[in-house]
């Protein structure tokens, strides 16, 4: 059984947010990985980038390679960073193992909390 994964791309205070719904695995990070592309084509120096896993189930492994190269790009475009909210317990503890949250991630439960934070760290 293969779920699908929709995906949209919007702005809120000058910072591109990706919404996700659905699972993030091998058949469906493709949607993601077009999702970045987009996200870094249009905005070239593109500092902060919000994703909201609030209605991902699941993530396996692929799906958090693809959230880490675009981390590993943001990085490399502006010292910039990738925000990560809503997750559910379940989704947070995979991040929290991987050992990516110390590199170039940060973890918020809501979006109001994550652009507060992104906007009193380019303060």
């Known amino acids: 059984m293969v779920l699908d994964l929709n995906v949209s ?5 000058s910072v591109p947010i990706i919404d996700l719904e ?4 091998v058949y469906t990070y493709p949607k993601l990985s077009d999702a970045l ?3 870094f ?3 070239p120096t593109v500092k902060d980038l919000i994703i909201n896993l609030n209605n991902v189930r699941y993530i396996d492994s692929t799906g958090l390679g ?3 190269n675009g981390a ?3 990085s490399k475009i502006s010292n910039g960073y990738i925000t990560i909210i809503n997750a559910t317990p379940q989704i947070r503890k995979i991040f929290d ?3 990516l949250v110390s590199t170039n991630f940060y973890l918020f439960d809501n979006e109001d ?3 507060q934070n992104l906007a009193n760290k380019s303060n």
């Open 41 to 43: 084509d249009k905005y």
């Open 97 to 99: 193992v991987s050992g």
């Open 22 to 25: 659905g699972e993030i695995d």
């Open 113 to 115: 909390v994550a652009l």
């Open 66 to 68: 693809v959230i880490a």
């Open 9 to 13: 791309v919007r702005e809120k205070n």
């Open 72 to 74: 590993n790009q943001i």
């Open 37 to 39: 592309k987009l996200v």
